[in-house]
């Protein structure tokens, strides 16, 4: 066995997970408006190609992408385009965005599937293609167009490829779910991924507290065809293992640069639900409508896995969870450590929603946060090496230059630091204000340099052409003190 | 009041400042168990006074400066720094020497910086630098080790002569009261005479001085506890000792007739004071791992150099003023490579 690595720091904690892995995956009832924000995914949203009153079918295209990075989006159910304007969409913004609104028609009925007889005689680029235009993102959470992690650019050769079945937050076990019943049609996802990256070898990683996921996908495995060609790897349970960079360092010891990308030491990484979504889109030709969530937390009597339609409000996977939210729970999309507040029940599940957490067993908070006292626990548990204590103290005084010295932007907002601190400071929130408010001044700085430019350029027009006007003033002047001269001697001669 | 944080992450632990404080406390008790049996109950005498008057000042502190009372006053800082101080302090030294002290290291050294977390500077350290500079007779007013000492100091005695300065035996305090080991090896081989004569001196025992010794082996226990329970880490206490004793180590063997031997080092006056609870106050000591190393290494090294050149018998105090100066320096220039970074 291959000597696993390690990052510095991270947390051991207490996952949660059972709570909602005592049930099988369930299907919630089909909701009766399912809203589609156009941009579920990292890049450029997707453009409508449908318009209001249309007839949409089950897997249906509704709106194609827009530019390289960007997917297409499909109507997860049948019924008619009610409407297609701004409505707030999940995000921790509270912004809202583009949205088409689908009223289903209960049928459910399907659109012409197309799918591959047999992938082994498709390109890679035709897989990517494909993979595309079913609308696939990353489904752990981040939501990047998964094509483009399957496109190793001409400088780049894919040396190993690596399938995130960690799931190191605690709460979340969507992925431990899809992997305990559905670890056939991840692996048939995987075969495709390979053939696609064209990767040496290929790793499946499982943090050890989920053994029926582990022991689920090596059984399956023993009798594909991709025995022996897929290696599983059990890492330690400690959180944030399943960060990318992270994994990365426990799997093959060795560090993405700074600033690049995992492509840069011949990783790519792909989630496990990615997989399976993969094989769906290319073995039954079914675009991406829904994904597992998980539905748990303190408040949520019926806890579990649910597959849910995209557009499905979350309120009625909340209900069907038997759930009490109310406004003092705040509903959190996402996990306890990097999950963000939702304004209401209302808003869509998208293709970035991995769980919906009411309810999280805390400590009750303290009433305000103490001064730093320089213990230097957030240092030692940050996975990235910072000095948290010194970055606070710098976004703190807004001392953002010396933040970014002190390698603000290499902070994953994994919130460790935050977890540990004595003196409850929001850590993480002084560094994600820090992140935006360098960005917005170096735009500011882009944007006034730019104007500078434009006004020395526009003085020195408005200084040529002055010197241009007085030249020709100058010529005109001269010229008619020529011409009358001339007619002076013309006088003077009659 | 709102029960659900609003801001990720959700969970957190549940190690507070509090906790941090309660804990070092607890460590001390065997040190404070330890000075009072070896010199007298005067220490206890010293920490009532020194905790009550630092809860005072720190509470008139905050109200001038317009901060909430109840978090500050219950986080056990000014408590810490009370007691670290009254420990380090003569155990029969007259009670203004205490309010002296206290006044000035929560008012000049805590609050005037900014209050918990802000000051640069121990602030036990500063007020026993500023009282062993201004008051250097009642300073060095240490009981010899009591089984030497003829005269029992019960309780009341100690009321008494830390109140009125009056011993009720019609003797002047300067008569009970002696130099201590690490003044007689500096005088004594200040005179030419080596470590090994000196410490045949009944003040001298196996390892150090007699009590010193076993105070110093008691705080270390209550050191080893606090390691246990992380509340500090290994760094700072094992940098400082590893520097005092490499230092005194090589002066040793290049000239054991005139230098003292790690072991008396080590054992002697506020060395494991120093090393588990002065110089491992988060706030003013380097917070890189590197540079906790470094802190502590500089501390060692600067206590012997105090010690055994400088103008004071302990140079633990001095030692850490110094070194505290030098932590922004120190933090800056031991960054650790972040992931990803250039080898």
Request: proline fraction near 6%; hydrophobic fraction near 45%; charged fraction near 15%.
């Amino acid at each position: 066995m291959r000597q696993l690595g390690s990052f510095p720091g991270g947390l051991v904690l207490d996952g949660q997970k059972s709570r909602s892995t005592q049930q099988p995956i369930r299907s919630v009832p089909l909701s009766k408006v399912l809203t589609l924000p156009l941009q579920q995914h990292i890049g450029a949203a997707a453009v409508p190609i449908v318009k209001v009153g249309d007839k949409v079918l089950k897997g249906q295209q509704i709106a194609k992408a827009e530019g390289h990075v960007s997917v297409c989006l499909h109507a997860p159910s049948s019924g008619h385009i009610t409407a297609i304007d701004e409505r707030p969409i999940p995000h921790p913004s509270g912004l809202s965005a583009l949205c088409i609104t689908i009223e289903t028609d209960g049928k459910e009925q399907w659109t012409e599937l197309t799918p591959i007889e047999d992938y082994k005689n498709s390109s890679d680029h035709e897989l990517r293609q494909l993979i595309r235009d079913a609308g696939i993102v990353g489904l752990g959470g981040a939501g990047f167009p998964s094509f483009i992690k399957l496109n190793p650019s001409v400088h780049h050769h894919v040396d190993t490829l690596i399938l995130n079945g960690v799931e190191c937050e605690p709460y979340i076990s969507c992925d431990d779910m899809l992997m305990r019943e559905r670890a056939q049609g991840i692996l048939d996802g995987i075969a495709i991924m390979r053939q696609a990256t064209k990767a040496n070898r290929c790793i499946i990683a499982i943090e050890d507290n989920k053994p029926i996921a582990i022991n689920a996908m090596q059984t399956s495995l023993s009798t594909h065809t991709e025995n022996g060609k897929i290696d599983i790897i059990v890492v330690p349970t400690r959180y944030p293992a399943g960060s990318e960079k992270q994994l990365i360092e426990v799997i093959t010891n060795k560090q993405v640069p700074n600033g690049g990308l995992p492509i840069d030491i011949g990783i790519v990484m792909h989630n496990v639900g990615t997989a399976y979504a993969i094989a769906r889109a290319i073995n039954y030709g079914e675009p991406l409508i829904s994904r597992i969530v998980t539905i748990t937390g303190n408040e949520v009597k019926n806890a579990g896995n649910l597959e849910v339609l995209f557009g499905t409000p979350i309120k009625d996977c909340l209900t069907f969870c038997e759930t009490q939210w109310q406004i003092a729970n705040p509903i959190i999309q996402g996990g306890p450590m990097m999950g963000y507040p939702l304004a209401n029940a209302d808003l869509p599940i998208t293709k970035t929603a991995n769980c919906i957490l009411v309810g999280v067993e805390q400590a009750a908070p303290a009433e305000q946060a103490m001064p730093c006292i320089r213990c230097g626990d957030c240092a030692t548990a940050c996975p990235v090496s910072l000095l948290p204590q010194q970055l606070y103290w710098h976004a703190k005084a807004k001392d953002l230059d010396k933040a970014v010295d002190y390698n603000l932007f290499d902070c994953i907002e994994c919130g460790c630091c935050n977890y540990v601190c004595p003196s409850e400071i929001p850590l993480v929130q002084y560094f994600k204000f820090a992140k935006t408010e360098t960005m917005n001044q170096q735009q500011e700085r882009q944007k006034s340099d730019a104007a500078r430019v434009r006004h020395d350029n526009r003085q020195t027009r408005q200084e040529m052409e002055k010197q241009e006007k007085a030249l020709r003033q100058q010529q005109r002047k001269a010229a008619l003190a020529a011409s009358q001269t001339a007619k002076q001697a013309e006088e003077d001669k009659t | 009041m709102a029960l659900f944080k609003l801001t990720p992450p959700y969970l957190s632990g549940t190690n507070r400042i509090t906790d941090h404080m309660v804990q070092l406390l607890l460590a001390l008790l065997p040190a404070i168990i330890a000075l009072t049996i070896f010199f007298g109950p005067g220490v206890l005498i010293n920490i009532v006074l020194a905790v009550v008057l630092a809860l005072v000042t720190e509470a008139m502190m905050l109200k001038c400066r317009h901060r909430p009372l109840k978090p500050f006053l219950t986080d056990g800082s000014a408590i810490v720094t009370a007691v670290l101080l009254a420990i380090a302090l003569p155990p029969l030294s007259p009670w203004w020497l205490t309010a002296v002290g206290i006044i000035f290291a929560i008012v000049f050294a805590k609050h005037l910086y900014g209050g918990l977390g802000y000051n640069p500077f121990n602030p036990a350290m500063v007020a026993y630098v500023l009282l062993l500079i201004s008051f250097p007779v009642e300073m060095t007013r240490w009981l010899p080790f009591a089984e030497l000492n003829n005269i029992d100091i019960t309780f009341t005695t100690a009321v008494q002569i830390i109140f009125t300065e009056q011993s009720p035996y019609q003797l002047a305090v300067d008569a009970i009261s002696g130099a201590t080991p690490l003044d007689i090896m500096k005088t004594q081989t200040g005179l030419q005479q080596t470590p090994e004569i000196i410490q045949q001196n009944s003040a001298f025992g196996l390892l150090a001085g007699q009590g010193w010794q076993w105070v110093n082996i008691w705080v270390a226990i209550g050191g080893l506890f606090l390691l246990y329970r992380k509340v500090i880490n290994w760094h700072i206490p094992t940098a400082m000792l590893a520097g005092l004793a490499t230092v005194s180590l090589v002066t040793w063997l290049i000239s054991p007739a005139t230098t003292a031997s790690p072991l008396f080092h080590l054992f002697s006056g506020g060395t494991m004071l120093g090393a588990f609870f002065i110089a491992t106050d988060p706030v003013t000591a380097a917070t890189t791992l590197k540079g906790r190393l470094i802190y502590g290494a500089g501390i060692g090294l600067l206590t012997y150099i105090i010690r055994v050149w400088g103008g004071y018998p302990d140079g633990i105090a001095f030692a850490v003023l110094l070194m505290n100066m030098l932590v922004p320096l120190i933090d800056d220039v031991t960054q650790p490579r972040v992931y990803g970074a250039k080898r």
